[in-house]
C-alpha cells in the first residue's frame, strides 16, 4: 500500500490549500485517517482526524480554519486549509489505516505548507 500527498505549496497570511493523500494498493478498508504536521525543531502533532464513520477531531489551533474530509470509495482524504497563518507552515503527512489480512499504519512522504509573504 502507497500513501500519495499532495497540494502543498507557498501561500500568502489569510490563503487557502487544499491537500490531498490518496491510498493505493491491496485495501480491503480503510480506518481511521489523519493529518500531521511538523514544523524544524518541532515535534510532529496532529492536526486533524477522521474515522471511517465520519467523525472529526481537529487541534485546537486549526479549528474553525481547517475541515478533514474523506472519500472512502477513492481511499482519499483532504485536508482543506483556510484562514492560514505563519505558524501553520510544516510539512504535512498523512498517516492512514489500512485493513488487508492485517493491520497497517502508514505515513505519506509529506508535503511542504509555507505561509509567508
Known amino acids: 500500500v502507497q500513501l500519495q500527498a499532495s497540494g502543498g505549496g507557498l501561500v500568502q497570511p489569510g490563503g487557502s490549500l487544499r491537500l490531498s493523500c490518496a491510498a493505493s494498493?491491496?485495501?480491503?478498508?480503510?480506518?481511521?485517517m489523519r493529518w500531521y504536521r511538523q514544523a524544524p525543531g518541532k515535534e510532529r502533532e496532529l492536526v486533524a482526524g477522521i474515522t471511517s464513520g465520519g467523525s472529526t477531531t481537529y487541534v485546537d489551533s486549526v479549528k474553525g480554519r481547517f475541515t478533514i474530509s474523506r472519500d472512502n470509495a477513492k481511499n482519499t482524504v483532504w485536508l482543506q486549509m483556510n484562514s492560514l497563518k505563519p505558524e501553520d507552515t510544516a510539512v504535512y503527512y498523512c498517516?492512514?489505516?489500512?485493513?488487508?489480512?492485517?493491520?497497517?499504519?502508514?505515513w505519506g512522504q509529506g508535503t511542504q505548507v509555507t505561509v509567508s509573504s
Open positions: 494498493g491491496s485495501i480491503f478498508s480503510i480506518g481511521d
Open positions: 498517516y492512514v489505516t489500512v485493513y488487508y489480512v492485517a493491520t497497517y499504519r502508514i
